[in-house]
Nanobody, 116 residues
C-alpha cells in the first residue's frame, strides 16, 4: 500500500515536499516513482528511485528542480519540489513496480497547486 501526503497550494517559486509511505512487506525488489496528472491528460512520469541502491531518474521537465529520495528505515520515498511553476500543478501519484511488474501499485494521489 502506498499513501501520499504533502500536497497543497504554493506560490510560484516556492517549494513542497511530497511523501509516500510504503507498507506491505519487503520493498527490496521495487522501484518507487512519482507521476503527475492533470485532468484530460495522460499520467506523466516525474521521477523514480530504486529501493535497493537508490538509483534515481527524473524527467527532463523537472531536472534541477525536483529531487527524489528514500528513507529505507522509514519505508518512505520523498519528492522535494523546488522552484515550482504553475505548470507543475497536477495530482501527484506515488507508484511502485516490484518483482518485474510494471507500476503495479499506486497511491490515491495528492493535489499540488502552484499559483502564479
Amino acid at each position: 500500500q502506498l499513501v501520499e501526503s504533502g500536497g497543497g497550494l504554493v506560490q510560484a517559486g516556492g517549494s513542497l515536499r511530497l511523501s509516500c509511505a510504503a507498507s506491505g512487506g519487503s520493498h527490496s525488489s521495487c522501484t518507487v516513482g512519482w507521476f503527475r496528472q492533470v485532468p484530460g491528460s495522460d499520467r506523466d512520469f516525474v521521477a523514480s528511485i530504486t529501493w535497493t541502491g537508490g538509483v534515481s531518474y527524473a524527467a527532463d521537465s523537472v531536472k534541477g528542480r525536483f529531487a527524489i529520495s528514500r528513507n529505507v528505515a522509514r519505508d518512505a520515498v520523498y519528492l522535494q519540489m523546488n522552484r515550482l511553476k504553475p505548470e507543475d500543478t497536477a495530482t501527484y501519484y506515488c507508484a511502485a513496480q516490484c518483482s518485474g511488474q510494471i507500476w503495479n501499485y499506486w497511491g490515491q494521489g495528492t493535489q499540488v497547486t502552484v499559483s502564479s
